[in-house]
T-cell receptor, first 116, second 112 residues
Framework: GAGVSQSPRYKVAKRGQDVALRCDPI?????LFWYQQALGQGPEFLTY????????KSGLPSDRFFAERPEGSVSTLKIQRTQQEDSAVYLC??????????????FGPGTRLTVL | AQSVTQLDSQVPVFEEAPVELRCNYS??????LFWYVQYPNQGLQLLLK??????LVESINGFEAEFNKSQTSFHLRKPSVHISDTAEYFC??????????FGAGTRLFVKA
């Protein structure tokens, strides 16, 4: 079956622009995670959804970052007024159950954001 | 703060040689440990995980990791590597909540 997909795969933005990154999780997966992966680093947790409810957004680095999953399936990560330090690969992952951190997470290919 | 430390950023090894990728985690009452692999131009995939029970866990492609509570380690080993094992390997932990904390990754280069 289809895995997690993300679009766009690559995004170049000028500093100050707003961007929206999309994640299509595996159908039926309850949990959805967003991560930020800087060059040479491991993924860092941004936020977690259980269906449409955003249960943890403690990893969002500033109020310029906003995520939503209005119907409990597709999710969008929005970054307003992008800064150069926002340049990273943004990963989305989904898992079947609510048990979240113990459940297997399935990752998308990521969106590489470059802010000039 | 909870953390995961991968002690080697790069590990070069010859084909058919054994390999160990090291991972240490900060101690906690409950800990769940994972190894993920990222092949070139692909997304992260779960390789194996420790939740409870037997401290030795194995993957389908010959990797194994041992949970060592006294040394707070979860090193990944394979007795004989293949060229196709060339990838980046991430050690990660969860604490039963929503967050998974990843190490910085170890790039494994398998040379012919």
């Amino acid at each position: 079956g289809a895995g997690v997909s993300q679009s766009p795969r690559y995004k170049v933005a000028k500093r100050g622009q707003d961007v929206a990154l999309r994640c299509d999780p595996i159908s039926g997966h309850v949990s959805l995670f967003w991560y930020q992966q800087a060059l040479g680093q491991g993924p860092e947790f941004l936020t977690y959804f259980q269906n449409e409810a955003q249960l943890d957004k403690s990893g969002l680095p500033s109020d310029r970052f906003f995520a939503e999953r209005p119907e409990g399936s597709v999710s969008t990560l929005k970054i307003q007024r992008t800064q150069q330090e926002d340049s990273a690969v943004y990963l989305c992952a989904s898992s079947l159950d609510r048990s979240s951190a113990t459940d297997t997470q399935y990752f998308g290919p990521g969106t590489r954001l470059t802010v000039l | 703060a909870q953390s995961v430390t991968q002690l080697d950023s790069q590990v070069p090894v010859f084909e058919e040689a054994p390999v160990e990728l090291r991972c240490n985690y900060s101690s906690s009452v409950s800990v769940y440990l994972f190894w993920y692999v990222q092949y070139p131009n692909q997304g992260l995939q779960l390789l194996l995980k420790y939740l409870s029970g037997s401290t030795l866990v194995e993957s389908i492609n010959g990797f194994e990791a041992e949970f060592n509570k006294s040394q707070t380690s979860f090193h990944l080993r394979k007795p004989s590597v293949h060229i196709s094992d060339t990838a980046e390997y991430f050690c990660a932990r969860g604490n039963g909540g929503f967050k998974t904390i990843f190490g910085a990754g170890t790039r494994l280069f398998v040379k012919a």
